[in-house]
Structures are given as C-alpha cells and as structure tokens.
C-alpha cells in the first residue's frame, strides 16, 4: 500500500517523539523494560491506526456519500474497537498501561508538528 508523504511525515516524526519519551523515561520511571514495551506497543499500534486510517478515507472518496458515511463510521468504530483490545492485551501482558497509552497518543502531537511544519513552509 502507498501511503501520503504527510503520512510520512506524521510516522516519522511519531518515531522521533517515541526516541524523545523514552529518553526522559529512563530517568524517570523505574521498570524502564516495561515501559520501553509498553510505549512500543502504543506507538506501532498508533502507526497502523494512521495507515488504517488513510486506507479508509482514500477508499470512502471513491464511494457515493451514503455508502461513504457508513464505509467511515464502521471503520472509525473498528479503529476504537482495535485500542480496546490492544488496551486489553497490555493489562494481560503486564505491559506498563501508561507507555502504552502514551504511545498510542503519540500520533496526535505529531500531527500537530507536521501540520506546523508545513505551514511554516508555506509562507
């Protein structure tokens, strides 16, 4: 699958904030193993949502606006129903639920860096 240079840009700097959090981690939290999975965790799950998501714009464009409505809102619904399990499996696994919430709110900050970004960059 092809994905958009600002989705790119959003992932690699999503990566680049996981490196910064898991410095300032090492010093802070106490289970740094822990953390580093569970902050792995959140963070390739935040990613894949970030793709998921761009696959399910990309395709509803194509759809008439009925049928595009419902193609979203099933796939926004799975996209919350996957964080719930992937929230489950981190509370079975023993995964620090804080690195993996982190990780999974990685994308957000991101967008906004990129956004600005390149909004700088355009003038």
Known sequence: ??????????????????CIIFGIATFIVSDVKS??????????????????????????????????????????????????????IAVFRDFNIIGVIIGILLTVPAIYIVNFKNKKNQG
């Not at 699958?1 to 996981?18: E, N």
């Not at 409505?69 to 719930?84: A, P, S």
Request: glycine share 4%; net charge positive.
């Open 1 to 18: 699958m092809k994905i958009s240079d600002t989705s790119k840009q959003i992932i690699v700097t999503t990566i680049a904030l996981f």
């Open 35 to 88: 953390f580093l999975i569970g902050l792995a965790f959140g963070t390739i799950f935040s990613i894949l949502k970030l793709i998921l998501l761009e696959k399910t714009l990309n395709k509803a464009m194509d759809m008439t606006g009925a049928k595009a409505v419902n193609y979203t809102r099933i796939h926004y619904t799975l996209r919350y129903f996957l964080t719930f399990i992937v929230l489950l």
